[in-house]
């Protein structure tokens, strides 16, 4: 009985679990439809085409997840190309279908009110290609933009822009929210690489051919040709048709086309014709196996779903639609346990009728929040959003040439520059070397990089001001000719602007205006003449014009041609001195009291190394001191009588010797340059001597210098203005206590052509004022002005320009270039002798330090004996009486006694002090005594036992009295 029981028990419980299987996989077969709305303009092949990638994502993604639960069911409405059927559209699928996401609209335009429905209804808005930077601003949690910004490929246009050097440029764009949006931000970007927009140029979306033709003849009579065009590829077709047809796809012009038109360059082939040679940026795809199987499988769908349609190319966008359909598709997977409901909103938060009946997504939140964390490998590279956006990614340079476009570049970033090839490992630096493309074949067929501008082909020529005045007509001077109607304009500035134009790579057509009025006077001040650029009546002004900080706010200058700086010019006057102690003069205090110093203490160091073994250093302390001086005071004119017999007082007399012979041969030549040479020298040196004397002070007509004196502090009675060189050189030749000027102050050009002029009068002090020289004057930023810099660098640093100064500057210069005096003081310093004298002192220290230690050695028993009865002063002062002694052992006495016994003189003669006019000291001994017996009164015995024929003194220095002093000397 318990066995049938089990049996059926375990019958009922394979039964159970049978069916519980069957159930669990009944219920994990259970599809769950979600409903996704598609809005794109269905009239247009590219609609059908992102539709067409949209359903193949959607199939592929199935293909490969076919046990997901969730199920993607497409409700596709047609937005008609226009912003109230894109709104219809997705406002009847989000109330009558509620669909739970919707992938597009597909312009910009219609994704701004699209949104908005979405974000009221939380519903995600999934655009694969509104690019305006303008939709970023909605800020809404439910939008969510699978492509592009915009503003990210402006930074790679005007990386374009400045790897060429071209400094204007005119963007061309469609009149609506979608060509506004970016407009903005890519000025900015230019701005940012100094890049000027003269003029921006709108074409309406709806414009005629005749419309667009008449705005492109007007950028035809710009000198700018440079355009920058972002509009949809419809109207940019019918743009590039027109300008090939009106010549402005020629040689000298350039194209750059945004990524609307770069990203769809391959279904615009019908019209590539007409943009051959544009440079184009288009989002950049890697070209993967994956990529290329896909292509070809939806070559075959499409033509397969749409016979009809021919001609029709994937683009990125296309590629991004398919990658928006698998990532919402993976999200829908992520959230598949959430309600797929809709709840009825409060009819109190909309105002319209049609929205009362709306409904709020619960699903939206989840659904947003699994969008914005989801990455994969996409068809169109690495799918990763940043703040509900697609990262952003490198950039595409393309060069349309033939029937198709070829890459010249990328731009990336991580550089942030244009580079050649990907992974580049270059420098990250800007560079302006326009080798960071590939070679490029521009408009024309052209292989030379455009310049960016040329004149306008209305055939005018620019128009060029210059100023018409009475003096220094050597920089500018103007010619009429009434009988011919012509002006002849000549001078400095003229030939260096022209020199200047003969370096410029191409042909510049101009004609000169003098700015007169019509009684050929001058119409006006330098400031009037250089505003006439910024008001537009002169294309340039060149001159004789200082570049000025006031005038470069409205103007822009080139690089200066002249020397920069505002001098002084003053009287020149001979500083001869005529005075009885101009003796002095060549030295000055310093000089002379070092020199007194040295002769004082050379003499005593000769008498310290001389007086012990030389008889002419000896003799009574007046006669020592007097022939120690005289001796070192006679080698100033070499005539000393008294000779040295010390190693060491010869050393230090061959420094000093030479040490006099520098001296005094500078002194010679410095008086005798005082009392012969002319010494031109100014009358005034500094412009705050011109202030404190109250003196008269001149500058030119309607110069801005008198502002400049004006801020110095000088009183508009001390400022006088002059026109012309001889005004000036009558006023200064007058001074300023006769009712002329002490100085005139201006500018180095005129200044250096003034004393050029007048060199045997004047010259020139300074600068006391800075400024950045002579320019020419352009536009601000206009593209010549660097280029016409550039050739003033070439000229400057070439012979060409001293050519020119030669001419017109310094010919009537016979004088020394005043530029290039120096006014210095007459007297020779110490700083110019210091070197010898620390020469000459070092080596007599040297040479005292040697005999000290010399003399202390050979005498160190006297200071070592350990005799307590002699005190350490005794010892000292014994020190000195045996330093005031003879050495009798020296050679020269030695030679002198062997004479005279030879002469036969008495040995009482020979022992006798050579000068009786100072008695010999009782302490007096030879070096063969030993120094013991100056203490003990000991008699020196000689080795061999024989007596010394010397006297030696014998005394105690214990029982040291005054008659000692006196007392007769012992003989041996």
């Known amino acids: 009985?318990?066995?049938?029981?089990?049996?059926?028990?375990?019958?009922?419980?394979?039964?159970?679990?049978?069916?519980?299987?069957?159930?669990?996989?009944?219920?994990?077969?259970?599809?769950?439809?979600?409903?996704?709305?598609?809005?794109?303009?269905?009239?247009?092949?590219?609609?059908?085409?992102?539709?067409?990638?949209?359903?193949?994502?959607?199939?592929?993604?199935?293909?490969?997840h076919s046990d997901y639960k969730t199920r993607l069911v497409l409700n596709t409405r047609n937005s008609n190309g226009d912003v109230v059927g894109a709104a219809a559209a997705a406002l009847h699928l989000i109330k009558n279908v509620e669909v739970k996401a919707i992938l597009g609209p597909v312009s910009s335009m219609q994704a701004s009110f699209v949104v908005n429905l979405g974000e009221q209804a939380h519903v995600p808005i999934i655009s694969f290609s509104a690019t305006s930077p303008s939709l970023t601003s909605l800020r809404s949690s439910y939008f969510f933009r699978f492509a592009?910004?915009?503003?990210?490929?402006?930074?790679?246009?005007?990386?374009?822009?400045?790897?060429?050097?071209?400094?204007?440029v005119v963007p061309i764009y469609v009149d609506n929210m979608y060509g506004e949006?970016?407009?903005?931000?890519?000025?900015?970007?230019?701005?940012?690489?100094?890049?000027?927009?003269?003029?921006?140029?709108?074409?309406?979306?709806?414009?005629?051919?005749?419309?667009?033709?008449?705005?492109?003849?007007?950028?035809?009579?710009?000198?700018?040709?440079?355009?920058?065009?972002?509009?949809?590829?419809?109207?940019?077709?019918?743009?590039?048709?027109?300008?090939?047809?009106?010549?402005?796809?020629?040689?000298?012009?350039?194209?750059?086309?945004?990524?609307s038109i770069g990203n769809n360059l391959k279904s615009m082939a019908s019209v590539l014709d007409s943009m051959q040679g544009l440079l184009g940026v288009e989002t950049y795809i890697p070209r993967t196996l994956k990529l290329r199987q896909f292509i070809s499988r939806w070559k075959r769908q499409f033509q397969q779903d749409n016979p009809k349609i021919i001609g029709v190319e994937l683009d990125a966008f296309g590629l991004r639609a398919y990658d928006a359909a698998f990532a919402v598709a993976m999200a829908f997977e992520k959230v598949a346990n959430a309600g797929f409901k809709f709840q009825k909103r409060n009819a109190s938060s909309f105002n319209s009728t049609d929205l009362d009946t709306f409904e709020v997504s619960h699903y939206g939140s989840k659904l947003s929040h699994a969008l914005s964390i989801i990455t994969f490998k996409g068809m169109a590279g690495d799918f990763n959003l940043v703040d509900r956006q697609?990262?952003?990614?490198?950039?595409?340079?393309?060069?349309?040439?033939?029937?198709?476009?070829?890459?010249?570049?990328?731009?990336?970033?991580?550089?942030?520059?244009?580079?050649?090839?990907?992974?580049?490992?270059?420098?990250?630096?800007?560079?302006?070397?326009?080798?960071?493309?590939?070679?490029?074949?521009?408009?024309?067929?052209?292989?030379?990089?455009p310049k960016g501008w040329e004149i306008p082909t209305n055939g005018t020529k620019l128009r060029i001001g210059v100023p018409v005045k009475e003096g220094f007509l050597e920089f500018v001077k103007v010619t009429s000719c009434p009988s011919t109607n012509t002006v002849d304009v000549t001078g400095f500035s003229i030939d260096v602007f022209k020199a200047v134009l003969e370096i410029l790579p191409y042909a510049l057509p101009y004609e000169f205006v003098p700015f007169a009025m019509a009684n050929g006077s001058s119409a006006g001040t330098y400031n009037d003449l250089v505003y006439q650029v910024y008001a537009g009546k002169f294309d340039a002004v060149v001159g004789d014009v200082t570049i000025r900080a006031n005038r470069s706010l409205y103007v822009g200058f080139t690089m200066p041609y002249t020397e920069s700086g505002v001098v002084m010019v003053v009287p020149i006057q001979d500083k001869r001195t005529k005075s009885a102690w101009v003796f002095l003069k060549p030295l000055t205090w310093d000089l002379w009291m070092t020199t007194l110093c040295f002769f004082i203490f050379i003499g005593f160091v000769i008498w310290v190394l001389e007086h012990r073994i030389n008889d002419d250093f000896r003799g009574s302390p007046s006669h020592q001191v007097g022939t120690s001086f005289w001796f070192s005071f006679s080698t100033m004119v070499f005539s000393q009588r008294e000779k040295v017999?010390?190693?060491?007082?010869?050393?230090?007399?061959?420094?000093?010797?030479?040490?006099?012979?520098?001296?005094?041969?500078?002194?010679?030549?410095?008086?005798?340059?005082?009392?012969?040479?002319?010494?031109?020298?100014?009358?005034?040196?500094?412009?705050?001597?011109?202030?404190?004397?109250?003196?008269?002070?001149?500058?030119?007509?309607?110069?801005?210098?008198?502002?400049?004196?004006?801020?110095?502090?000088?009183?508009?009675?001390?400022?006088?203005?002059?026109?012309?060189?001889?005004?000036?050189?009558?006023?200064?030749?007058?001074?300023?206590?006769?009712?002329?000027?002490?100085?005139?102050?201006?500018?180095?050009?005129?200044?250096?052509?003034?004393?050029?002029?007048?060199c045997s009068k004047y010259t020139m002090i300074g600068p006391i004022f800075k400024t950045d020289g002579f320019g020419f004057v352009f536009p601000k930023g206009s593209p010549l002005i660097p280029d016409v810099s550039q050739a003033i660098l070439n000229l400057t640093e070439g012979e060409k320009i001293m050519n020119i100064?030669?001419?017109?500057?310094?010919?009537?210069?016979?004088?020394?270039?005043?530029?290039?005096?120096?006014?210095?003081?007459?007297?020779?310093?110490?700083?110019?002798?210091?070197?010898?004298?620390?020469?000459?002192?070092?080596?007599?220290?040297?040479?005292?330090?040697?005999?000290?230690?010399?003399?202390?050695?050979?005498?160190?028993?006297?200071?070592?004996?350990?005799?307590?009865?002699?005190?350490?002063?005794?010892?000292?002062?014994?020190?000195?009486?045996i330093f005031n002694e003879k050495e009798l052992s020296s050679h020269t006495f030695k030679s002198s006694r062997h004479e005279a016994r030879i002469a036969g003189a008495p040995d009482h003669e020979l022992n006798a002090s050579p000068n009786n006019n100072w008695p010999e000291s009782p302490f007096s001994y030879t070096n063969q005594t030993d120094a013991t017996s100056v203490f003990y009164g000991e008699q020196e015995t000689p080795s061999h036992g024989q007596a010394s024929p010397e006297i030696v003194p014998t005394f105690e220095l214990a029982a040291f009295t005054n008659q000692e002093m006196h007392a007769t000397p012992e003989t041996a």
């Open 805 to 881: 100064e030669d001419k017109w500057i310094n010919k009537e210069n016979n004088c020394k270039d005043p530029s290039t005096e120096k006014f210095y003081s007459s007297s020779l310093g110490l700083e110019s002798f210091w070197g010898l004298f620390l020469i000459a002192g070092v080596a007599s220290i040297f040479a005292l330090l040697i005999f000290a230690t010399s003399f202390l050695h050979k005498h160190k028993q006297v200071l070592m004996s350990s005799d307590s009865r002699a005190s350490k002063w005794k010892r000292i002062r014994t020190m000195f009486k």
């Open 390 to 449: 697609l990262q952003v990614s490198t950039f595409e340079i393309v060069n349309v040439n033939g029937y198709g476009a070829r890459t010249v570049g990328y731009w990336t970033p991580e550089n942030g520059r244009v580079v050649k090839r990907l992974n580049s490992t270059r420098n990250r630096t800007i560079s302006t070397s326009k080798c960071d493309l590939g070679p490029i074949i521009w408009p024309g067929e052209s292989l030379s990089v």
């Open 148 to 168: 592009q910004n915009d503003l990210n490929q402006v930074k790679a246009i005007s990386g374009i822009v400045q790897n060429f050097g071209w400094r204007r």
């Open 181 to 259: 949006g970016v407009i903005p931000f890519l000025i900015d970007a230019l701005q940012e690489v100094d890049v000027h927009i003269p003029y921006r140029s709108l074409i309406h979306e709806l414009a005629t051919d005749d419309q667009i033709e008449k705005e492109l003849y007007k950028l035809m009579t710009m000198q700018t040709r440079v355009f920058i065009v972002h509009m949809m590829p419809n109207l940019s077709s019918r743009l590039f048709a027109k300008a090939k047809e009106i010549g402005m796809m020629s040689k000298g012009f350039v194209w750059i086309t945004t990524n």
């Open 645 to 758: 017999v010390s190693n060491l007082a010869r050393f230090v007399m061959i420094i000093w010797i030479f040490v006099v012979l520098i001296v005094t041969q500078s002194y010679t030549a410095s008086l005798a340059s005082l009392l012969t040479v002319q010494q031109l020298q100014p009358t005034v040196t500094d412009i705050d001597d011109l202030l404190r004397n109250r003196d008269n002070v001149g500058y030119m007509t309607s110069s801005y210098i008198y502002g400049l004196l004006r801020q110095k502090g000088f009183h508009d009675s001390r400022l006088k203005d002059y026109g012309t060189m001889e005004e000036i050189d009558e006023a200064l030749s007058k001074g300023s206590a006769n009712g002329g000027i002490a100085a005139i102050v201006h500018e180095t050009p005129y200044m250096k052509l003034f004393v050029a002029k007048y």
């Open 1 to 64: 009985m318990s066995s049938m029981e089990n049996h059926k028990r375990s019958i009922l419980l394979l039964f159970s679990w049978i069916f519980m299987v069957a159930a669990m996989a009944a219920a994990s077969t259970t599809i769950i439809p979600v409903n996704v709305g598609v809005v794109v303009d269905l009239d247009e092949p590219r609609g059908k085409m992102y539709l067409s990638c949209i359903k193949m994502a959607l199939s592929d993604f199935y293909a490969i």
